[in-house]
C-alpha cells in the first residue's frame, strides 16, 4: 500500500484547503484512514479518521467543525476538507493507513504512512 497525499500549500488565515489521500496497489477501503499532522518543534498529532465504510468519523478537538474528512471509494481516495484555517493548523500534514478500522486517532495503530503535504496558513 502506498499512499500520496496533495493539495496543500499557502492559505491565508480563515481560508480553506483540501487535501487528497490517493492510494496506489490496495483498495482504501479496506483500510481504516487517519490525517495527521506535525508542527515543526512539535509531535505529531491525529488530526481526523475514517472508518473502512465511511460511516463513522472522528477528529481531534481543535479541528471540530472545521475540518471534514470524507472518502470517495470509486477514487480510492480520501479527502480533508480544511475550512477557517488558522495560523496554527500550519504543519505537514500526513496521511496513513490502518487495518483496524477508525476509533482513536492514535498513530500508533497506523501502520503505512504518505510522504506529507506542507500546509501554511499566513498573513
Known amino acids: 500500500l502506498q499512499l500520496v497525499e496533495s493539495g496543500g500549500g499557502l492559505v491565508q488565515p480563515g481560508g480553506s484547503l483540501r487535501l487528497s489521500c490517493v492510494s496506489s496497489?490496495?483498495?482504501?477501503?479496506?483500510?481504516?484512514i487517519g490525517w495527521f499532522r506535525q508542527a515543526p518543534g512539535k509531535e505529531r498529532e491525529g488530526v481526523s479518521c475514517?472508518?473502512?465504510?465511511?460511516?463513522?468519523?472522528n477528529y481531534a478537538d481543535s479541528v471540530k467543525g472545521r475540518f471534514t474528512i470524507s472518502a470517495d471509494n470509486a477514487k480510492n481516495t480520501v479527502y480533508l476538507q480544511m475550512n477557517s484555517l488558522k495560523p496554527e493548523d500550519t504543519a505537514v500534514y500526513y496521511c496513513?493507513?490502518?487495518?483496524?478500522?477508525?476509533?482513536?486517532?492514535?498513530?500508533?495503530?497506523?501502520?503505512?504512512w504518505g510522504q506529507g503535504t506542507q500546509v501554511t496558513v499566513s498573513s
Open positions: 496497489g490496495s483498495t482504501l477501503g479496506d483500510y481504516g
Open positions: 496513513a493507513a490502518s487495518t483496524y478500522s477508525c476509533g482513536s486517532i492514535d498513530q500508533r495503530n497506523y501502520g503505512y
Open positions: 475514517i472508518s473502512r465504510s465511511g460511516g463513522f468519523t
